[in-house]
């Protein structure tokens, strides 16, 4: 197959419709075979029910310490959305590029397997890796099984570049994430007799009202120095979607919504987590107490660690390097990074486009920002040559 530019790698990526939801093989087989073309061999990790892969390759010497660039297949939905434009279809109009996925990531995906293609055919004396991955707009949760089937069929990387939107910034921290969906159990009686029964959504609403004292106590904190460059700076914690109940003269037999929590890097998860599941545990507990077929059950969908900010970190150095850039920032969202660097890899996240267009209608890549992105392949090239 002859090499494809950039912009036809990401008109072919935006063509499949990646939804989380939905699997990503067409994508896949379709790498696959174009890397193969290339004489590079990729491997597939397969999800559980195998109607989902991530996709790796190595390219350069058999040997550790390659440049890994990461990111993912999957997009998140349109329902819902007005567009203007064909979301499967990439329509360059005003310096921008439209399309789902061309901000968060297929512009980045495009421009990092090119860079694979370009290094077998240039040929590299420091490895280059990629690594897509799938299920990261539900919670990160495709990554990890990445990784882990990485060790021992590639040789170890050492610095991994993930490329989320970040208009090219280097981005050393961001915070971690762990999300738990509630569900709350309650027990029916007409709402005069509600001493005899159980409002789930009221006593839904006193572990929400634990979020929000939380919230509070965290943001009177002094912000160390590590926390003052997020914004905000502290940990937060959200209920975005709630539902139960069926009138309002019946006590709630159901209430489930979803809390994450988003922590600054240093700041204890599993702490926070702990004084979350006592405060669930001790409602569970009042409600049994009065109907024992009652309570509350946790459902643990994500978990994400933070990015910490390396100390001489192997991949911030790279990057200064090919970017010229000479400060970093640190991000309130989360990424594969904390994953990969859990791992034992040294990770930072630079990649094209601005968040602000991730998960958007109509949402671009600014044609400025993929020039700049395929600059900065092409100097990783001249790095690794
Ligand atoms: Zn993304």
Not at 123 to 128: A, I, N, Y
Not at 169 to 177: E, Q, S
Not at 186 to 197: K, N, Q
Not at 227 to 236: D, G, I, K
Request: with cysteine; hydrophobic share 40%; proline share 6%.
């Amino acid at each position: 197959m002859v090499p494809l530019t950039p912009r036809q790698l990401l008109d072919r990526l935006v063509g499949f419709p990646t939804v989380s939801r939905l699997s990503n093989l067409d994508l896949i087989d379709w790498l696959e075979g174009y890397l193969a073309s290339h004489g590079i061999a990729a491997h597939r990790h397969w999800n559980e029910d195998r109607s989902k892969a991530a996709l790796f390759g190595h390219v350069g010497p058999l040997v550790e310490g390659a440049v890994v660039l990461s990111g993912h297949s999957d997009v998140v939905p349109v329902e819902g959305q007005t567009w203007t434009t064909d979301p499967w279809t990439v329509t360059e109009r005003d310096g921008r590029l439209y399309g789902r996925g061309t901000c968060d990531m297929k512009g980045y995906v495009a421009l990092a397997i090119w860079t694979l293609v370009e290094g077998q055919r240039r040929g590299l004396s420091t490895p280059l890796q990629l690594a897509l991955s799938y299920d990261e707009e539900l919670g990160c949760t495709g990554a990890p099984p990445m990784i882990a089937a990485m060790q021992g069929v590639v040789p170890k990387g050492g610095a991994v570049i993930v490329g989320e939107p970040s208009r090219m910034d280097l981005i050393t921290g961001h915070k971690g994430g762990t999300g738990y969906h509630v569900h709350v159990k309650g027990y029916e009686v007409h709402s005069s007799l509600l001493p005899y029964g159980v409002s789930a959504i009221m006593d839904g609403a006193r572990l929400i009202g634990c979020a929000n004292d939380q919230n509070a106590v965290l943001q009177a904190l002094v912000p160390t120095p590590a926390a003052a460059r997020f914004v905000p700076p502290f940990t937060t914690l959200h209920v975005g979607m709630i539902q139960g109940g069926t009138a309002h003269n019946i006590t709630a037999a159901d209430c489930r919504f979803a809390v994450e929590m988003r922590v600054i890097p240093g700041e204890d998860i599993a702490a926070l987590e702990a004084r979350f599941r006592a405060e669930a545990a001790r409602l569970d507990a009042a409600i049994k107490a009065a109907r024992p077929e009652a309570g509350v059950t946790l459902d643990h969908f994500f978990g994400v660690p933070a990015l910490r900010p390396e100390k001489d970190g192997v991949a911030e150095a790279l990057v200064r390097r090919l970017t010229g850039a000479n400060t970093s920032g640190v991000v309130s969202y989360g990424t594969e990074a904390g994953q990969f660097q859990e791992a034992g890899y040294s990770a930072v996240v630079c990649g094209p486009g601005d968040i602000a267009q991730a998960h958007q209608p109509d949402e671009f890549l600014d044609l400025s920002e993929f020039h700049a992105g395929h600059r900065f392949m092409e100097n990783l090239l001249d790095a690794l040559a």
